[in-house]
């Protein structure tokens, strides 16, 4: 199934074509007038360039307009195998179609509503043929039925016709048109975009990328660059500002030759408010007794510090370096993609 975008908007148009795959662009006056476009044939020869095939509108009162149209259109320098004229059904539609495709020029008989319509579209040698399903939709009709009767009429008549699926307004719409099996969908950007959107594949994609992003990246490529400490001469009360200020919940203790001292911890802070109760504020960090920390060396993996995270329950770990703190990870820098 050919796939198109659907727009007059430059941004749009760059983006979608950003893709490498779309096989071409359909637009229409109206799209053009929205975008506050003047210079139509400026505007048609600029896509013309930006993209593989260019679908435009041909119009007219009787056929020989329509065609009188599409040869002025061409000569502005479109390629005739890389361009497709736009045509309304109606009896002087088909008879422009049926003259254009005689001279081998690409034809898209669109507005179409009825199978009747399609059909004289079909017989009249259309290359697309294009039902507008959202705008049948509004209307109460069932446009999937019509889509899928065009499809029917091709398959069994062997008309070289593809049916375009047109008017998209969901991607619900696209799941119909794939499952009538026309040949052919053009599609504006923000459904395009929502294509390849599930939130199962989200959460499995950001798994892989976690999972990896622990086996090869390292506990100092990881950690944020802070080295929170204080010396033992620091008072409490100074401590915890630093523990602020660095956004950490436990801080590094070293002793006057930068040895380590200890990690005193959030939950150190409350337990000592338990037991001495408000006068600990003035006692120095080197009066405190401090149990072995629990630490990572900057070169392990973060996979290396999950299992430690997981083992002891524990919220920030020191990082060491040939035996010297030099900085904190917490357990949310393993979960940063």
Known sequence: MELYLDSANLKEIEEGFKLGFLNGLTTTPTFMQREGITDIDGMIVKLSKMVPVLQIEALGNTAEDVVKEAIRQLNLGLDPKRTVFKIPVSLEGTRACHLLRKEGLLVNVHLVYTLQQAYMAMHAGATYVCPLVGRLQDQGHDALALVEQCVKAVNHYGYDTKIMFSSVRHAEHVRNAINVGVHTITVPLKVLKGLTENNFTTVGTDQFLQDTRLMTVRVKEAANGVNPLVTADTNLKDAIIKMTEFGFGAITVVNADGSLKGVFTDGDIRRLLQTEGNNILDKKMGDMTYGAPISIDANA???????????????????????????????????SL
Not at 302 to 321: G, M, P, Q, R
């Open 301 to 335: 993996l973060l996979n290396d510090a999950h299992t430690i995270f997981k083992k002891t329950s524990v919220d920030t770990l020191l990082i060491t370096e040939n035996g010297k703190p030099v900085g904190m990870l917490d357990i949310q820098d393993l979960e």
